[in-house]
């Protein structure tokens, strides 16, 4: 197999000598036996992908002293591509290259990039690793593995039978209801069964959450939507910020998706936030909501005992989803691939009328197209080690000068805190610097005779020279002065 020689700058080769070994990167001296690296690549390939970098010396770890000591040539290498090429071929989902750097550095790194792959990948040693942080874990219980066959795609738990009695899907309202509407001259059952959603004369779980009356009854803990309310922009919510105690949102899956949408615009229109008429009421596209939501409910992991959780904040809306991003899948490639963890699901729920998810795989390119009109920032997306977490941000586009500036053509004065609120930045002092570099470009002042806590700035009226002066100076500055 040839492997490209790429010549490295010697800025890159810094970069790569202060790499933080995390869960995308891992950096290993060239004596390490191929067989241990194996675990580090399965490990990525099972988890996020992520990189490594076989000629990397740790001089000392606790100071993040490292030395580039490559291979002496292409040929020194072979013993570990043999073994790398054996268990990851050369393709799509592992690629290899040499890195050589500039005069100075000894031998060639070899660079091994790893994507996320469909398939559970084993190391030399026959085991399943998951990179976790900056360690390659060992998945050996049957219950790791199972979810990590769901996570890949190769399993899904919405079809596996669930000891209920068969009425709770064959007799209930919604699957009246939805034959009437979508195959009147079916018979319940007998569709059911055309449609593989009875298994050994037992309902499936993707069964019971489209036609079940109440689902929860039979999958509890992990078939509901909660919506909490936290009066707060802290990173966490509390009990002691909760504005209610949360709704439980149940039912099968179509009315769900329906109630914790309208449920969440009605919590949302009782926010208010400072706007260009003082307080004004939050402004989310429903769209946003609807897709993101509706992707939470459909593409979550049933196998894990947990709830959808959405949480409104005083400047954000949260809504997780258990289960982590399937197969291939990952931030970000997310708005560009495709991929259906519970087919069933995603397909029969779209023949309700008028379904939730009406174009089916657009649904988060919708979300972000929604914000963008309102030229609100996009949605983050996150990964935890057990779920998908989707924040969407009260936060409009625009530096925060110019948010700032925009504050000002309709009040007089703005403090700290609600440039805070307004722009999303969770530092005090980092809203002071900002202050400070409109201050010197003659755009702003401080308000005379307002310090400490009260301390607020106004439009530059044309008075005497910028001052550096702290925001929360106790002495206020002499008229004029900022």
């Not at 795609?153 to 699957?175: C, K, M, Q, R, Y």
């Amino acid at each position: 197999m040839s492997i490209q020689v790429l010549p490295v700058t010697a800025a890159d080769v810094s970069k790569i000598l202060q790499l933080e070994e995390n869960h995308f990167a891992d950096l290993k001296a060239i004596e390490i036996a191929p067989s241990k690296l194996t675990k580090a690549i399965a490990a990525f390939a099972n988890a996020d992908g992520g990189e490594l970098y076989i000629g990397i010396d740790e001089i000392d770890k606790s100071k993040n002293i490292r030395a580039w000591r490559g291979f002496s040539d292409a040929e020194a290498a072979n013993p570990h591509i043999l073994v790398f090429d054996n268990l990851f071929p050369l393709g799509q989902d592992f690629s290899y290259e040499f890195l050589q750097a500039p005069q100075g550095n000894s031998g060639l790194v070899l660079h091994v990039t790893i994507q996320k792959t469909r398939q559970v990948m084993t190391a030399s040693d026959g085991k399943v690793y998951v990179r976790r942080g900056s360690q390659s874990v060992p998945y050996t219980s049957p219950e790791h593995l199972d979810r990590l066959r769901r996570n890949k795609g190769l399993t899904s738990f919405e079809t596996e039978p669930v000891a209920a009695p068969l009425d709770l899907i064959s007799n209930s309202e919604v699957i009246i209801r939805f034959m009437l509407d979508v195959v009147p001259s079916a018979e319940p059952t007998a569709w059911l069964r055309k449609q593989l959603l009875i298994q050994d004369g037992k309902p499936t779980v993707a069964a019971l959450l489209l036609y079940s009356d109440e689902p929860q009854v039979a999958l509890p803990k992990r078939s509901a939507i909660k919506i909490y309310r936290y009066k707060t922009t802290d990173e966490q919510g509390s009990r002691e910020n909760l504005a209610f105690n949360p709704l439980t949102i149940e039912g099968c899956l179509y009315d769900q998706i329906h109630d914790a949408v309208e449920r969440t615009v009605e919590i949302i229109e009782q926010v208010r936030v400072l706007g260009p008429e003082g307080l004004e009421p939050i402004v989310y596209p429903v769209e946003t909501l609807h897709e993101i939501i509706t992707n939470a409910v459909l593409h979550r992991d049933y196998g894990i005992a947990d709830d959808v959780h959405v949480r409104v904040f005083d400047n954000r809306v949260e809504v997780e989803s258990p289960g982590s991003l399937p197969a291939h899948i990952t931030v970000q490639n997310i708005l560009a691939e495709r991929f259906s963890r519970n087919g069933t699901i995603v397909r029969l729920i779209n023949k309700f009328p008028d379904p939730p998810n009406k174009d089916v795989g657009e649904g988060l390119n919708t979300a972000f197209a929604a914000m963008k009109k309102l030229r609100l920032k996009d949605p983050v997306i996150h990964q935890t080690e057990n779920s998908v977490l989707v924040e969407i941000r009260h936060q409009k586009l625009g530096t925060p000068e110019e948010l700032i500036m925009e504050l000002l053509e309709t009040h007089d004065e703005i403090t700290n805190k609600q440039v805070r609120e307004v722009t999303g930045i969770g530092s005090e002092n980092k809203v002071k610097s900002i202050f400070l570099r409109l201050a010197e470009a003659r755009q702003i002042e401080r308000v005379p005779n307002k310090g400490g806590a009260s301390a607020a700035w106004r439009k530059f009226t044309g008075g005497g020279a910028p001052s550096a002066t702290s925001e929360t100076s106790e002495i206020p500055p002499p008229p004029g002065l900022f």
